[in-house]
């Protein structure tokens, strides 16, 4: 699967478009646009989206930001759905401040995502 790179950004930024749902409740999100991030260690959601779909809490934690702001965030397992492919049981951090989709090597780590940077794309692929 091939995705373009976002040219709001400057430089432009690679990002993908995913869904994630919820296993105890059979719910899920619409499609969303996520920015790419592998050097984030997880992958970032709004809360508000994770209690859309009624997902499972898992525990309490802290993020620490790059500028070493530590913070308490909530845990949170869902399925990652990315095109025809599905990534049960991720662990992700349910965020009220944030105001995007950040996906982080906790999903990444799991796929193989090339980026091609001179052709503005990345290729997902299982």
């Known amino acids: 699967m091939i995705f373009?790179?976002?040219a709001d950004y400057f430089p432009p930024a690679p990002v993908i478009e995913l869904?994630?749902?919820s296993a105890a409740t059979e719910?899920?999100?619409p499609r969303l646009r996520?920015?790419?991030?592998?050097?984030?260690?997880?992958?970032?959601?709004p809360k508000a989206i994770l209690d859309e779909i009624q997902a499972t809490f898992a525990d309490d934690a802290?993020?620490?930001?790059?500028w070493g702001e530590r913070r308490r965030v909530r845990l949170y397992v869902v399925d990652v759905r990315i095109g025809d492919w599905t990534l049960p049981g991720v662990t992700i951090v349910g965020d009220?401040?944030?105001s995007e989709l950040i996906v982080g090597r906790d999903v990444l780590n799991r796929l193989?995502?090339?980026?091609?940077g001179p052709a503005l794309h990345l290729h997902v692929q299982p």
């Open 27 to 29: 719910r899920s999100t």
């Open 96 to 98: 009220e401040r944030a």
């Open 19 to 21: 869904e994630f749902s």
């Open 112 to 116: 193989r995502v090339p980026l091609d």
């Open 4 to 6: 373009a790179y976002d």
């Open 62 to 66: 802290y993020l620490r930001s790059p």
């Open 34 to 45: 996520a920015f790419v991030d592998s050097g984030a260690d997880a992958t970032i959601v």
